[in-house]
């Protein structure tokens, strides 16, 4: 059954070799369905195994029977099983959508998407730092040609702007590893979680230096400001589907800071305990700032949406930035939520786009869009749980997030900027609704409807917002056992798990 650990890796890539073998490779309908139904056997997988780890509790899978430290381990807890759900989840919706049309815009989107899916799968399950970079590597490359998928001056722009900045932080993230492994001679995440807090005081500042960079790279991924600069123009270039998938790439970032800088650097570090959550903070709540100014002042929906996932980051690096139980169990229930609402968003703004002819989603008046009712009920939906406006998640989500700052201080400050930033981000969403909705220049509605998948496929993301609220008693306690693993007591549990070998580490 363990061996179920790795179908999140081996099924996306088996999938994509599948697809451009000739039969499916030149047909259209052939790639689509097999793309389609790997993504849905991937999902009920993916949740069956995350059921199988709540019954039995974590597992470190060691691949090919080398043991931790020096063999390749793959770490399926709580956590990590939540984030590899989350992105099943969103990739059958987004490739659903794909699969109505957008996908013969370019070339090789299905093996690319499959690629892509399976690098972020592997950054969620590796146990080990250089695993880490090299999954990194497998989701960035495919990025790098679906972001350019279809063409387009725009795209070709803001995709040379993210390679070169994320072959720059490949580039530190090496040099961080280096260091790392010069003096801890481990790389796997719990084993020099043990040795840190052992640390000789004349190695402290080379760990802290390998560490500091590390938090660069993570926080570039993140997009924290002031490495955030070239999130909005890539999202808002790509392609729905795409940008859609996107919507979990930034949420790579702050999980790797939390599992990290929670596990290596976390309550047990000695010297090094929370050596960057000084700085954390003022960097996130900046972030959520800047984010809700870019909400306010973006003149197309696309990229508004894409400044929605800056204020959705700069919220989590926050709450991580916390080191408590609470506000991790709270960083992992607003990580879902947020994903999901921002990938719908990114596929409505492409509907309402293709609706309103040459104005497209920017906010101007334009053409009236040949299906209000069904767009404007998605639009309203997505802005309300994206504002957190009761009944829907965001509303919980931010409950959570408020309640889990015990801090005066930091509960003053994080409070007053998250209810005033909320207040900006509902304002820059009805001011878009009002124009793509009600301003309307001539008589004539748009041209072209939405397709049944692309309608089934936003309607399949936005479902998880009253789902998370009708389980929200359930998924909050799945929230909290994942945190709990991640702080002193879980940790040590998890750790004795991986080391011991009384205990069972599947070959």
Known sequence: MWHLITAPILLPMLTALLIMLPPIHYSPVRRRWLSIISSAIQLVLVATLLLKVQQDGAVHYAVGNWQAPFGIILVADTLSMVMVCLTSFLAFGAICYGSAGDDEKGSFFHPLFQFQVMGINGAFLTGDLFNMFVFFEVLLIASYALLIHAGGKNKTKAALHYVILNLTGSAIFLFALAVLYGTLGTLNIVDMAAKVALLPAADVMLVKSGGLMLIIVFALKAAVLPLQFWLPAT?????????????????????????????IFGAEAGALSGMAGSWLLPVGLATIVLGSIGVIASNDFRKLVANLVLVSVGTLVSLVALQTELTAAAAIYYTVHSTLVAAALFLIADLIANQRGKAGDRLVSGRRVSQPVLLGIMFMVGAMTVAGLPPFSGFIGKLMLLQAVAEPSSKLLLWSIVLVCSLLVIVGLSRAGSTLFWRVSGSDAGEGKAAPLQVFAVCWLLIASPLLVIFAGPFTELSQHAAAQLYPSGANAVSRHALAPELEVVP
Do not use: D
Not at 236 to 249: E, G, K, N, R, W
Not at 250 to 261: F, M, N, P, S, W
């Open 235 to 263: 999202y808002s270039s790509a392609s729905a589907p795409v940008a859609a998938l996107f919507a979990v790439m930034t949420k790579i970032g702050v999980y790797a800071l939390l599992r990290v800088y929670t596990t």
